[in-house]
T-cell receptor, first 116, second 117 residues
Framework: GAVVSQHPSWVICKSGTSVKIECRSLDFQATTMFWYRQFPKQSLMLMATSNEGSKATYEQGVEKDKFLINHASLTLSTLTVTSAHPEDSSFYIC????????????FGEGSRLTVL | QKEVEQNSGPLSVPEGAIASLNCTYSDRGSQSFFWYRQYSGKSPELIMFIYSNGDKEDGRFTAQLNKASQYVSLLIRDSQPSDSATYLCAVTPEGPMGYGSARQLTFGSGTQLTVLP
């Protein structure tokens, strides 16, 4: 099957620092990956669509300069939370469509960010 | 705005009962429909997908789709305490799916299910 791996699974950082989260498709090539954020007891909120070799497409209300997305290869997309603040503490999940036309999204394990 | 609506719950059923989860969507041209299960603190995992009107069964799970009513449901038979989780309904937009093409899924807010032992 299609496997998506995310790293780190959890991270704690000080306010004002930057944190990078990696998302890898392990057994398929993903030209497009999606980044979601989920606050406690809420549903998934799409942040941006990451396109290999081009700029990410951000959803309305998501700050491009704060959430930097780089999709430099067909198997790796990164999300960098710059100058993190406590309100950025959340569960960040990446996903990709697998190598078939089912439309199913395969999710990474998620990364829990806590900003102190 | 395209929407996917679910009752947030919580929905509680006794062990062994049938749990019924419902979802409605606003985009009449939606093509594909997915049910994901999400345990607390974990990322979603796919339970089933359905494309055609009618029922689709997989083990204890049955997905039901009615495109005319813009309604999709998930039935869980012989519910187990391990089924306790949040169930997310997701929908793809109108249009053909090319091979390997990526589509954003629109997610509902999820229904929290608790199966009581």
């Amino acid at each position: 099957g299609a496997v998506v791996s995310q790293h780190p699974s959890w991270v704690i950082c000080k306010s004002g620092t930057s944190v990078k989260i990696e998302c890898r498709s392990l057994d398929f090539q993903a030209t497009t990956m999606f980044w979601y954020r989920q606050f406690p007891k809420q549903s998934l909120m799409l942040m941006a669509t990451s396109n290999e070799g081009s700029k990410a497409t951000y959803e309305q209300g998501v700050e491009k300069d704060k959430f930097l997305i780089n999709h430099a290869s067909l198997t790796l997309s990164t999300l960098t939370v710059t100058s993190a603040h406590p309100e950025d503490s959340s569960f960040y999940i990446c996903s990709a469509t697998g190598p078939t036309n089912t439309g199913e999204l395969f999710f990474g394990e998620g990364s829990r960010l806590t900003v102190l | 705005q395209k929407e996917v609506e679910q009752n947030s719950g919580p929905l509680s059923v006794p062990e062994g009962a049938i749990a019924s989860l419902n979802c409605t969507y606003s985009d009449r041209g939606s093509q594909s429909f997915f049910w994901y299960r999400q345990y607390s603190g974990k990322s979603p995992e796919l339970i089933m997908f359905i494309y055609s009107n009618g029922d689709k069964e997989d083990g204890r799970f049955t997905a039901q789709l009615n495109k005319a009513s813009q309604y999709v449901s998930l039935l869980i038979r012989d519910s187990q305490p391990s089924d306790s989780a949040t169930y997310l309904c997701a929908v793809t937009p109108e249009g053909p799916m090319g091979y390997g093409s990526a589509r954003q899924l629109t997610f509902g807010s999820g229904t929290q299910l608790t199966v009581l032992p």
